[in-house]
Nanobody, 124 residues
Framework: QVQLVESGGGLVQTGGSLRLSCAASGRTFMRYTMGWFRQAPGKEREFVGA????????TYADSVKGRFTISRESGKNTNYLQMNSLKPEDTAVYYC?????????????????WGQGTQVTVSS
């Protein structure tokens, strides 16, 4: 089991940027695909992006391609979601998940461990 803690959410204006962090502890971090999902009120949890266990591959939802970037820092057991050019429709609770060595891990059911989530609000 992997314990995950997200941070970095907040309120930002349209066009602004935020960087979310996901700190992992527990089993070996480097062996896990790490993903980001988001959930807006009344909607299902949706895939945002993921990074492979070695960090060599990333995949993103079409809605965030070119605006969001995922990276990971193995020495700190942390991965990051850099969000640029934010839009009001990006408003949601953002969750970090760990999916073993599965790839591309674009569905929520692939993930066994989740963080508590961090709120991102983009004002128009």
């Amino acid at each position: 089991q992997v314990q995950l803690v997200e941070s970095g959410g907040g309120l930002v204006q349209t066009g602004g940027s935020l960087r979310l962090s996901c700190a992992a502890s527990g089993r070996t971090f480097m062996r896990y695909t790490m993903g980001w999902f988001r959930q807006a009120p009344g909607k299902e949890r949706e895939f945002v992006g993921a990074i492979s266990w070695g960090g060599s591959s990333t995949t993103y939802a079409d809605s965030v391609k070119g605006r969001f970037t995922i990276s990971r820092e193995s020495g700190k057991n942390t991965n990051y979601l850099q969000m640029n050019s934010l839009k009001p429709e990006d408003t949601a609770v953002y969750y970090c998940g760990a999916a073993g060595q599965r790839w591309p891990a674009q569905t929520a059911g692939t993930y066994a461990d989740w963080g508590q989530g961090t709120q991102v609000t983009v004002s128009s």
